[in-house]
T-cell receptor, first 117, second 111 residues
Framework: GAVVSQHPSRVICKSGTSVKIECRSL??????MFWYRQFPKQSLMLMAT?????????EQGVEKDKFLINHASLTLSTLTVTSAHPEDSSFYIC?????????????FGNGTRLTVT | KNEVEQSPQNLTAQEGEFITINCSYS?????LHWLQQHPGGGIVSLFM???GKKKHGRLIATINIQEKHSSLHITASHPRDSAVYIC?????????????FGKGTKLSVKP
């Protein structure tokens, strides 16, 4: 079946540094990818929708200058957390759609657990 | 009130038991998803449905659009079914991954 690879699975960084998370579709082309985050004991929440070759669409309350999304190819989207702070510590996960359309299944990565010290 | 409500929040079952997890939503949707989140965090999409019923192995998902309610059933439960099960909805007119998530049901199946 379709596979989405997310890397790294776990990262610890110091406050003020930037962290890049990659989301790759391994055996299909994903024109659209989605980024979510999940704080401890809370629901997953959509952060942004990433479209290949165009600017990402951010959800209300998500700072686009802090969470930089690049979707330069049909198989790769990256999320960069810039100038990370401890409150950015969270679980980040991506998903991808292999065909645009209401019946297309979602494929999720395995997530990245970010800890900012 | 959350737009997607799940119950129960936690569920412990003995191996072999029939399990039901419920999901209610209060918004117009184009699809409802049942997801399985493993302890490491990775998520697997179990079902995407917009009407009726779907079955895959020991898993059955149903949805009642009029009542805005869905159920996930697990027959002959097994310890490997232990995970968090999440109900999520795609809003009407939204793209598939534009989801509103429930808080999840943590299932533990004891041998």
């Amino acid at each position: 079946g379709a596979v989405v690879s997310q890397h790294p699975s776990r990262v610890i960084c110091k406050s003020g540094t930037s962290v890049k998370i990659e989301c790759r579709s391994l055996d299909f082309q994903a024109t659209t990818m989605f980024w979510y985050r999940q704080f401890p004991k809370q629901s997953l929440m959509l952060m942004a929708t990433s479209n290949e070759g165009s600017k990402a669409t951010y959800e209300q309350g998500v700072e686009k200058d802090k969470f930089l999304i690049n979707h330069a190819s049909l198989t790769l989207s990256t999320l960069t957390v810039t100038s990370a702070h401890p409150e950015d510590s969270s679980f980040y996960i991506c998903s991808a759609v292999d065909r645009v359309g209401s019946s297309s299944p979602l494929h999720f990565g395995n997530g990245t657990r970010l800890t900012v010290t | 009130k959350n737009e997607v409500e799940q119950s129960p929040q936690n569920l412990t079952a003995q191996e072999g038991e029939f399990i039901t997890i419920n999901c209610s939503y209060s918004v117009g949707i184009s699809a409802l998803h049942w997801l399985q989140q493993h302890p490491g965090g990775g998520i697997v999409s179990l079902f995407m449905l917009s009407s009726g019923k779907k079955k895959h192995g020991r898993l059955i998902a149903t949805i009642n659009i009029q009542e805005k309610h869905s159920s996930l059933h697990i027959t002959a439960s097994h310890p490997r079914d232990s995970a968090v099960y999440i109900c999520a909805v795609t809003l009407w007119g939204g793209s598939q991954g534009n989801l509103i998530f429930g808080k999840g049901t943590k299932l533990s199946v004891k041998p």
